[in-house]
C-alpha cells in the first residue's frame, strides 16, 4: 500500500507551495483567489537512510523507495458548501485518500492577503471542518432522501437509514464522524462513502522564516491545545523558505536548513508524523534485481505482508527469511548476520516489525 493524503486548506494559505515542497511538482501557485477548480496530484518518494543503505550494499539495478501521494484540491472558502467561491464539488477528489492535511497559515506577509482579513490559524481551521463537516451532511441527507422514498423500506436499508440519521444529528451538533462512538460493523456501513469528518485529520502550520526561528506565530497556545485535546499530529514548516532551499544545489542545502533549523526535509517529516499517526511501518526486500521498501500497517502478519509482494507469494507461503535492519547495517554483510546466528526463519503467524528485511519462501 501507499500512503495517500489529501491537502486542504484556505485560499492563499500556501497549500500548493507545501504540495511542490513535497513532491517536487512545480505545480503554479498564486497570490490571488483564482477561483480553480483542477486538483492535482502527484507521488513523492519518502526518503529513507535504510534503503539508502541497502542500495548501496547490493547495487541493484533498481531501488524503489516508499511512496506517498498528494491531492492538492482547491482552497475551500467560508460557505463554499452553499456555493460560495467556487463551491466544494472537487471534494470527491479526496474521498478516497488515507489522510487529510490540512494546511494552516500563520505566516504575515501583506502581499499574499488572507481571506478573512486576518491571520488566525484556529480560526481557519474551525473553518474549513465546517466546510468539510456540511459536505458530509450534504450527502446524508440525500442517502436518507433515497431510501424514505421507496414504496418499502428494505431491511437491509432499515438498518442503513438507523446510522445515516445518527451521523447526521452528531454533525447538525458539530461533531465529526471520526468522533462518534459507532461498531465495527457501523463503520463498514459507512465505509465506501469517503466521509471527510470521518478520515485521520494531520495539521500543517506555515509559517514565514521569522516564525519559524522564533517558534512563535499568532495563536500559537490555542492552536496547540486545540490538537492536543484531539490528539491531532502537529507539524510546523515554513514553506516558501523550505521550498526555495530544495531548489538548491544538494551541496548547499545543508547549510540552509541548518540556518534554518532543521536537520530533514519537509517530506521526511511529515512522512514520519503520518506513518507514526496511521500506524504504518516499512519492510524492505533485498536483492541484485531491485531493493525495494514495503509499506504496511503495524502488527500485520507475514503471511499478509507476502501478499503485498505477490498475491501468489501469500497463497503459497512456506516461512519468511528475516533480517533485523540494525543487524545488518551494524555486521555490513549479510554473510556476517548468519554467522552470528542473526538470521531467522518465521511462520506465517510471525508480526512484521519496522526494518525488517524479508525474503519470503513459497510454493505454487
Not at 547495487?59 to 463554499?80: C, H, M, N, W
Not at 456501513?189 to 506565530?217: A, C, I, R
Not at 548547499?252 to 508524523?273: K, P, T, W, Y
Request: proline fraction near 3%; aromatic fraction near 8%.
Amino acid at each position: 500500500m501507499n500512503l495517500n493524503c489529501g491537502l486542504i486548506g484556505l485560499p492563499m494559505v500556501g497549500k500548493t507551495t507545501v504540495f511542490n515542497l513535497l513532491t517536487g511538482a512545480g505545480a503554479e501557485t498564486s497570490n490571488f483567489f483564482t477561483g480553480k477548480t483542477d486538483t492535482n496530484i502527484r507521488a513523492a518518494i519518502v526518503p529513507d537512510a535504510r534503503v539508502d543503505f541497502l542500495s548501496e550494499l547490493y547495487r541493484p539495478r533498481k531501488t524503489t523507495y516508499a511512496s506517498i501521494q498528494f491531492s492538492d484540491v482547491p482552497g475551500l472558502v467560508r460557505g463554499s458548501s452553499q456555493g460560495k467561491g467556487v463551491g466544494n464539488q472537487f471534494l470527491a477528489a479526496i474521498r478516497n485518500v488515507d489522510l487529510l492535511v490540512h494546511v494552516v497559515r500563520s505566516f504575515i506577509d501583506e502581499d499574499v492577503p488572507h481571506v478573512d482579513g486576518a491571520v488566525d490559524p484556529l480560526r481557519d481551521i474551525e473553518t474549513i471542518n465546517l466546510e468539510l463537516l456540511f459536505a458530509d451532511m450534504e450527502i446524508i441527507e440525500k442517502r436518507i432522501e433515497r431510501i424514505k422514498s421507496g414504496k418499502k423500506i428494505k431491511k437491509e436499508n432499515a438498518g442503513e437509514l438507523e446510522i445515516m440519521e445518527k451521523c447526521l444529528d452528531a454533525l447538525e451538533n458539530e461533531l465529526p464522524i471520526g468522533r462518534i462512538d459507532l461498531s465495527e460493523q457501523e463503520r463498514q456501513v459507512l465505509k465506501n462513502y469517503g466521509f471527510l469528518t470521518e478520515k485521520p485529520l494531520l495539521l500543517v502550520v506555515n509559517s514565514d522564516e521569522t516564525q519559524f526561528k522564533t517558534k512563535s506565530y499568532p495563536g500559537k497556545d490555542e492552536l496547540h491545545a486545540f490538537a492536543a485535546g484531539r490528539s491531532l499530529p502537529l507539524l510546523e514548516i515554513c514553506g516558501k523558505m523550505e521550498m526555495e532551499i530544495r531548489q538548491l544545489p544538494a551541496s548547499d542545502r545543508e547549510i540552509f536548513m541548518a540556518d534554518l533549523g532543521v536537520s530533514q526535509s519537509g517530506i521526511d517529516r511529515l512522512a514520519r508524523s503520518a506513518y507514526e499517526f496511521m500506524g504504518l511501518i516499512s519492510f524492505f526486500t533485498v536483492g541484485e534485481d531491485e531493493v525495494k521498501a514495503w509499506t504496511i500497517n503495524k502488527g500485520t502478519e507475514a503471511r499478509r505482508a507476502a501478499g503485498k509482494v505477490h498475491s501468489d507469494i501469500e497463497r503459497g507461503f512456506i516461512k519468511a527469511e528475516v533480517v533485523k535492519y540494525r543487524d545488518l547495517s551494524s555486521l555490513q554483510s549479510m554473510a556476517k548476520v548468519k554467522e552470528k546466528g542473526l538470521f531467522r526463519l518465521e511462520g506465517k503467524e510471525y508480526i512484521v516489525e519496522d526494518g525488517d528485511i524479508i525474503n519470503f519462501r513459497f510454493n505454487i
